[in-house]
């Protein structure tokens, strides 16, 4: 797995994807690919255990119990973002995505599984968890960045379904716990990771320690796991070199399955390799092979906008070099091409991301 970091101030890095031309299909949100065994299978006997009907977790989707053996099944991930949408309101124990989480991974996903299973470190199983987040979370793609010391994993809504705070918080949650989870079984012993939440300090902070570490921020603009790097360079006891190249090729071969982009992530990508220029409308229409109003009509069904996704990838990087890597908005600014500090400081407070909104709990 080759990477195609582009640079950011102060040594650090932006780890883009390797991926196909922009105009080639990308999967939509409506289309049913994500196999149910995977996720909704796990979830829906966590919350069985817990005295929920499964027939409210479905709710509101085209799954039901009796076909969930069926392991041809697909659902979308607007499906799926009902489904953990369900969940979040309907569980009553604040630990259900952590515990979801610590199941998830290395699952059942063939060969995908497998490569897991035999990574040889954390630094290639984070990359796996990239490149093929349409199989392993297809509702967030891991965005991978470095600097000098720390790797960093910010979280982006891959299909445009997360609009709903409490879905979100229940997806990322999962998310984390499972990479969490997955690194402490691998690598034999407990890391230590920094985790950065959009939403507030919860009631059930103790559920957090357990299942992320005591490392928390809270009211950040972004969420995020970091950890130093050297530890994603660590051996894993478990490894096996032959299995893990044999499993890695499958993950990639046509007869397999090659790696699947949404729309959302692909224009993400496209913005990130020229971050000093964000395209216009017209000009990213083109790179797409599509009309300027076809386009809108598509980020309109991924429920975004031109401007919002625009302004979302360039808050995203604003914030992450400013409140973790304490750059002061002038690099910043250079780094996103503003000509003029005072102009990048009202874009500042237009997306409402200055690091005094972050409130440090640890």
């Given at each position: 797995?080759?990477?195609?970091?582009?640079?950011?101030?102060?040594?650090?890095?932006?780890?883009?994807?390797?991926?196909?031309?922009?105009?080639?299909?990308?999967?939509?949100?409506?289309?049913?690919?994500?196999?149910?065994?995977?996720?909704?299978?796990?979830?829906?006997?966590l919350?069985?255990?817990?005295?929920?009907?499964?027939?409210?977790?479905?709710?509101?989707?085209?799954?039901?119990?009796?076909?969930?053996?069926?392991?041809?099944?697909?659902i979308?991930?607007?499906?799926?973002?009902?489904?953990?949408?369900?969940a979040?309101?309907?569980?009553?124990?604040?630990?259900?995505?952590?515990?979801?989480?610590?199941?998830?991974?290395?699952?059942?996903?063939?060969?995908?599984?497998?490569?897991?299973?035999?990574?040889?470190?954390?630094?290639?199983?984070?990359?796996?968890?990239?490149?093929?987040?349409d199989?392993?979370?297809?509702?967030?793609?891991?965005?991978?960045?470095?600097?000098a010391?720390?790797?960093?994993?910010?979280?982006?809504?891959?299909?445009?379904?997360?609009?709903d705070?409490?879905?979100?918080r229940?997806?990322?949650?999962?998310?984390?716990s499972a990479?969490?989870?997955?690194?402490?079984?691998?690598?034999?012993?407990?890391?230590?990771?920094?985790?950065?939440?959009?939403?507030?300090e919860?009631?059930?902070?103790?559920?957090?320690?357990?299942?992320?570490?005591?490392?928390?921020?809270?009211?950040?603009?972004?969420?995020?796991?970091?950890?130093?790097?050297?530890?994603?360079?660590?051996?894993?006891?478990?490894?096996?070199?032959?299995?893990?190249?044999?499993?890695?090729?499958?993950?990639?071969?046509?007869?397999?399955?090659?790696?699947?982009?949404?729309?959302?992530?692909?224009?993400?990508?496209?913005?990130?390799a020229?971050?000093?220029?964000?395209?216009?409308?017209?000009?990213?229409?083109?790179?797409?092979?599509m009309?300027?109003?076809?386009?809108?009509?598509?980020?309109?069904?991924?429920?975004?906008?031109?401007?919002?996704?625009?302004?979302?990838?360039?808050?995203?990087?604003?914030?992450?070099?400013?409140?973790?890597?304490?750059?002061?908005?002038?690099?910043?600014?250079?780094?996103?091409?503003?000509?003029?500090?005072?102009?990048?400081?009202?874009?500042?407070?237009?997306?409402?991301?200055?690091?005094?909104?972050a409130?440090?709990?640890?």
């Amino acid at each position: 797995m080759q990477d195609h970091l582009i640079a950011l101030p102060r040594g650090a890095t932006v780890r883009l994807a390797q991926a196909p031309p922009v105009a080639r299909p990308w999967l939509e949100n409506t289309r049913r690919f994500i196999g149910v065994a995977g996720h909704v299978a796990l979830l829906l006997d966590l919350l069985v255990d817990r005295g929920i009907d499964p027939n409210h977790l479905l709710r509101g989707t085209r799954v039901f119990r009796e076909t969930l053996h069926d392991g041809n099944r697909r659902i979308s991930p607007l499906e799926l973002a009902r489904i953990f949408g369900n969940a979040a309101r309907l569980s009553q124990h604040p630990d259900c995505s952590f515990v979801l989480g610590q199941r998830l991974w290395p699952g059942i996903f063939n060969h995908y599984s497998a490569a897991l299973l035999h990574a040889p470190d954390l630094a290639t199983a984070l990359r796996l968890l990239a490149d093929h987040s349409d199989v392993y979370f297809p509702l967030l793609k891991p965005r991978l960045l470095f600097s000098a010391a720390q790797c960093h994993v910010l979280f982006e809504d891959a299909f445009g379904v997360l609009g709903d705070a409490a879905t979100r918080r229940f997806a990322v949650e999962t998310w984390m716990s499972a990479v969490v989870s997955l690194a402490d079984w691998l690598g034999g012993h407990k890391l230590s990771w920094q985790a950065r939440l959009s939403h507030s300090e919860p009631a059930w902070l103790e559920q957090y320690e357990v299942a992320l570490g005591p490392n928390l921020s809270f009211g950040y603009p972004y969420c995020a796991l970091s950890i130093n790097q050297h530890s994603t360079w660590l051996a894993w006891p478990r490894a096996s070199k032959t299995a893990f190249r044999m499993a890695a090729s499958a993950c990639r071969v046509p007869g397999g399955r090659e790696t699947d982009e949404s729309l959302l992530t692909r224009v993400r990508e496209f913005m990130l390799a020229d971050i000093q220029r964000t395209p216009s409308l017209p000009e990213l229409a083109e790179a797409f092979g599509m009309s300027p109003a076809t386009l809108k009509r598509q980020f309109g069904r991924h429920n975004t906008a031109y401007q919002k996704l625009a302004d979302g990838v360039r808050r995203q990087l604003a914030s992450f070099l400013m409140q973790d890597l304490r750059l002061p908005a002038g690099a910043v600014a250079d780094c996103l091409g503003y000509h003029d500090t005072s102009n990048f400081r009202r874009s500042l407070r237009r997306w409402a991301c200055w690091p005094s909104a972050a409130r440090h709990v640890r």
